[in-house]
């Protein structure tokens, strides 16, 4: 038996009526979003454009932290000084690294660091402005401490050579030039929720003076020199080295090969 042919399907009128409908309401949508896309950008005076894309760069290992010292701590305490000017000799990601342990370091398989928290809060980070550091790119860094056996690592934040607007924001002469900067930050909501979310900021300021007093005795040992700055507008710091609002800069700290 000869076979039929198939039977060509047809689509209702009635059902392209909603088709044409979204299809329309659709290009409407998108002719107005430009529409006032273009409205706004001449009032503004500015080409309004789509975000940029951000570059995701992987975090640079640090080298592993030495537990052992050219001087004693009793030295180190009797040698401590601070030290404001700086010879234009680059610093090493050895020498970087050890300072960024020494100030929120782990050192203990549950989470223990060098500096003492209440109630274990840990509500200090450490950022660091790199400008003259050998093998590493100028810019903001944040310090991730890891694990104890895991190598402890820091994360580019902000790129580019920074040290023109945050030291217009310091305000010293001590950060105008030095190979590089860290900042004490602190959390205080961290510390709250320690505290069942009752307010303990002075815990916070005390913590970064113990993490800044082993910097200092750090420093002693790696023959670099380095100065404590909290005489500034937080914000403004903050502003200048893209430090999240929530977390309050409390310190300042050059540091690089003292000048003799």
Do not use: C
């Not at 998108?30 to 454009?49: H, N, R």
């Not at 274990?120 to 100028?138: E, G, I, M, Q, R």
């Amino acid at each position: 038996m000869p076979k039929k042919a198939p039977t060509k399907k047809t689509v209702h009128p009635g059902r392209l009526v909603p088709l044409l409908a979204i299809a329309l309401i659709l290009s409407l949508s998108i002719f107005a979003y430009f529409t006032w896309l273009k409205s706004e950008s001449a009032k503004s005076g500015k080409t309004v454009e789509a975000p940029a894309t951000i570059e995701v760069v992987a975090p640079v290992n640090l080298p592993k932290p030495s537990l052992t010292s050219r001087l004693s701590l009793e030295a180190a305490l009797q040698a401590r000084r601070s030290r404001r000017d700086f010879t234009s000799d680059a610093l090493n990601l050895r020498q970087v690294g050890q300072m960024l342990w020494s100030a929120q370091g782990i050192t203990a398989d549950w989470g223990g660091r060098t500096a003492p928290s209440a109630k274990s809060a840990y509500p200090l980070t450490v950022y660091l402005a790199a400008y003259n550091v050998v093998d590493l790119a100028s810019g903001i860094y944040k310090y991730l401490p890891g694990k104890l056996e895991a190598a402890h690592q820091i994360q580019l934040v902000k790129k580019g050579d920074l040290r023109q607007p945050l030291g217009e924001a310091i305000g010293q002469n001590a950060a105008a030039n030095p190979p590089a900067l860290l900042i004490i930050v602190g959390d205080m909501e961290i510390m709250a929720k320690a505290f069942d979310n009752v307010r303990h900021d002075n815990n916070v300021y005390l913590e970064a003076g113990h993490a800044a007093q082993n910097l200092y005795l750090e420093a002693e040992s790696l023959k670099l020199g380095m100065v404590t700055i909290a005489g500034f507008d937080g914000a403004k710091v903050a502003k200048a080295a893209g430090i999240p609002e929530s977390e309050t800069v409390i310190y300042a700290i050059p540091f690089g090969v003292p000048k003799p």
